[in-house]
Every structure is written in structure tokens, then in C-alpha cells.
């Protein structure tokens, strides 16, 4: 069990993280300076929390009240940086061998073979880092974190600086080792795609403090509050009341509609509360078509701009007479089927299982 509750002040910013992970991946997911890389640093023994308790599978490495804190060395962690530092003038397999430099040489040498076998790194053994790739260079770094065979992995944004494809590819792999090996593994980003790809579950950061934490579905479809929803690009935020609560469903009123939601007994007529859909949840339907389900929220609305981005649309939506702008994700081919860049007129249903009501 990995078991994180400390507090540290750095300046003006205050570092709060609490989360506890378990045989899992866990993203750190927020926008940048909300003290993912430094919770990371303080498990590896890094950065000294003021107070507070860390916990790994090995024991406890700090605990203010108890005067424990062990060195990053003794805290058998595998620590992948966003630089990766490598060291240039070591070999790929110096590299990876760094951390056994205690083990006998036989050992080495068999746990050496196991980790290029691994990560795909047979006949680069010999060379340089500057003479490898940067996806192979992405693969060293992490052979040389699994080397001594840690039970906790920390990887810090490590693919950052790869193009698409690659990250894809290295998302994948990393997800795999993590099953194969049984790690827990703690993973910063503040890419949402990459956070959703990886995360068994996902820590919400935003300004030194974990909002949210809970399995990445969960996360995402029932965001804790308006601002998760915000850092999770829910994009559609409507402020509005509860004016009927069933155990069908909510019927919200915003200022510009009433729409219906996802039923939630936390909530009484008249109390205040966002109305929030996910722009892929937000269903194109043509006027003239009735829709299947009668209990989404549908809309006549006017097509007003849209971005294109390869395989998908997101496309800004008005309804007639208001200021209301709805954004809705279509991918091209439904798109392209559809003509939906050929007229502005068009209907929408908010689909009542993604409407969901957040506290204001």
C-alpha cells in the first residue's frame, strides 16, 4: 500500500496531497503548478514535507511525529523524470545497471538480459544515449527505474516530449509492465487524454490539493465539483436550480432551459447546482427525426462555428433567441455522413445517463 497525507509550504503555495494506491496506476492529473511533481518528489524522498506521513509497501519513510525519514535511497521506489536523465557517457546497459551496482555480478548480468528482452532494447546494449532514439531513450529510463525490481513506480510526465504516435505506443507498454510486474505506479500529466489511457484511478490536483479522487469513469462522469469539471474539459456548465428531484430523474432550470438529469438524492428542490454534459455527450439530431429516448433533454439549436481536428469535430451550438453556446464532439465520419457542415439548423439531446448535477 502506497499511503500519501502531508502537508508542505513553499513559499506561498501550500502542498496538501492525500491519496492511497494499491496495485494500481494512479494519474495525478491537473494543470501545471498544482504540485504533482513535488507530491512525487516527496515519496522518492526528494522534498522533506514540513509534517504529515508516507507510506509505501516497505513501511512508513517519513512520519513527522515518529522522526522518520528515510533517504532516497532506502526507499525502494523506481523514480522516471521528465528529463530522463541519462547519464551520457554511460552505455545502455551501464545505464539500466546503475541502481544493482550491490548485486553480484551473475545477478546483474541475468537482470540485465530480462530488462533488454522487456523493453525491446536487443542490440543497443552497447551504444551511447545520444546515439539511440527518443523513444528507446524513453525505455531505457524506465529499465533503469525497474531495475532493482521496486514495488512502487513514480513516473513524472516522461512522455511529454514525444510526438503522438510514440506516446501512444509508450502509454500502452507502460500500462502492461505495470499489470505484468503488480506495481503501483503514481503517473503525473496534464494531458486528459493521457490521464484517461493510463489511470486505473485519477487524482484531480488543483492548487497543492487533491479534489477528487476515485476510478477514471467515476472521475469523469460524476465530477465532484464545478471546478473538477472544469479541469476535466466538461466544457458544457450551465448554472442553474433543482426544481424536481425523482428517482427517474432531476429536472434542472438554467437560465437559458430546463433540462432533465441524472438522478441524485443529495439534492432538493431549489437547491443551487450546475447542469454539466461533456461535449460527446451532446447527441446531433436532425429536426425532422424523432429521437429514441424521450426522457434526454432535446434542443433546436443553430450551428454557429466549428474545429475541425483530423478524426473528429467540435462544433459550437446556439440556441435560438439566448447567448447559450453548447459544444459537441462528432467524429468525421457520422460528420461527413450527416452534412453537418452544410446547414445550420439542427437538434441536439442531452443525454439524461451524462446530464449530471454538480454543487454550486
Known sequence: MLAVDFEKRLGPFELRPRFAAAEELVVLFGPSGAGKSLTLRAIAGLLKPDRGRIELPSGVVFDSDA??????QARDVGYVVQELALFPHLTVAENLGFALGAWPREQVR????????????????????????????QRVALGRALAAKPPVLLLDEPFS?????????????VASLRRQLGLTAVFVTHDL???????DRIAV????????LGDRREVFSSPAS?????????RNILPGRVLESSEAFLVIETEHFLARARADARYKPGDA??????PEHVIILRRDRPHANSLDTTLDVELVDEVASGNSHRIYLKAPGTDCLLEADISAHPYDVMGIGKQREWRVALTLEYAIAVPL
Open 67 to 72: 522522526r522518520i525519514d528515510l533517504p532516497p
Open 110 to 137: 541475468a537482470r540485465l538480459g530480462e530488462l533488454v528482452e522487456m523493453l525491446g532494447l536487443q542490440g543497443l546494449e552497447k551504444r551511447l544515449p545520444g546515439a539511440i532514439s527518443g523513444g528507446q531513450q
Open 161 to 173: 516530449a514525444l510526438d503522438a504516435p510514440l506516446r501512444s505506443t509508450l502509454r500502452r507498454e
Open 193 to 199: 487524454q493521457e490521464a484517461f489511457a493510463l489511470a
Open 205 to 212: 490536483y488543483d492548487e497543492g490539493r487533491v479534489l477528487q
Open 226 to 234: 464545478v471546478r473538477v469539471a472544469e479541469l476535466l474539459d466538461t
Open 273 to 278: 447546482v450546475a447542469l454539466c454534459i461533456r
